[in-house]
């Protein structure tokens, strides 16, 4: 999958083949935690489930090395609570890359070891902006109100092809539900399936 996102953004003349290559290069696939550490940042990016996140938290701290930063790729979940997870709240961190991570430039950097989040942010061409801990931090919580009148419009009966048509000749690049199709429908139920 990783290979074929790279060639598919050389075919679109994003980056080159050899920088795809190149990237590839870098890659070392492991299914061990204990490969981790050395590590100086770990990205989690399993699904929104706090229990989830909070096993792996709980795992990493006993395994990624003293000082390194932990991150999680939550767009909802609260970092204080899974920081709270581990015996180094002060190295845990929010780091939401936007989907798709290999494709949108907004990263959002949420807690306390910010200077080094913004400057991989920077590194790996991210545009950063900085958020609070809160519902939603800042993308989610803007494109709420989007997604809200959507799902109203389609229980009026607009089908999802006709709505997310509106939002692409407007001039977005995607539509709410081509959005929730790519970034994955269980993404939503599991951050709050009493919703």
Request: charged share 25%; aromatic share 6%.
């Amino acid at each position: 999958v990783m290979r074929k996102n790279y060639e598919v953004s050389a075919s679109k003349g994003r980056i080159s083949a050899a920088q795809a290559e190149g990237a590839m290069g870098l890659l070392t696939a492991s299914l061990n935690l204990d490969d981790l550490a050395d590590c100086d940042l770990v990205i989690e990016a399993v699904y929104e489930e706090m229990s989830v996140k909070k096993e792996i938290f709980g795992k990493l701290d006993r395994i990624v090395k003293p000082g390194a930063i932990l991150a999680s790729n939550t767009s909802y979940l609260d970092i204080d609570e899974i920081a709270a997870s581990t015996s180094r709240p002060q190295d845990v961190l929010g780091m939401h890359f936007f989907s798709p991570a290999n494709v949108m430039k907004l990263l959002e950097i949420v807690r306390d070891a910010l200077m080094t989040a913004m400057s991989i942010a920077k590194m790996i061409g991210k545009v950063a902006v900085v958020a609070g801990v809160c519902h939603g931090f800042i993308g989610n919580r803007m494109l709420m109100p989007r997604q809200v009148e959507a799902m109203k419009l389609l229980m009026e009966g607009a089908t999802p092809q006709q709505i997310d048509k509106v939002h692409t000749d407007f001039g977005m690049p995607m539509g709410p539900f081509q959005m929730s199709d790519l970034a994955g429908v269980d993404i939503g139920w599991h951050r709050d399936p009493t919703r």
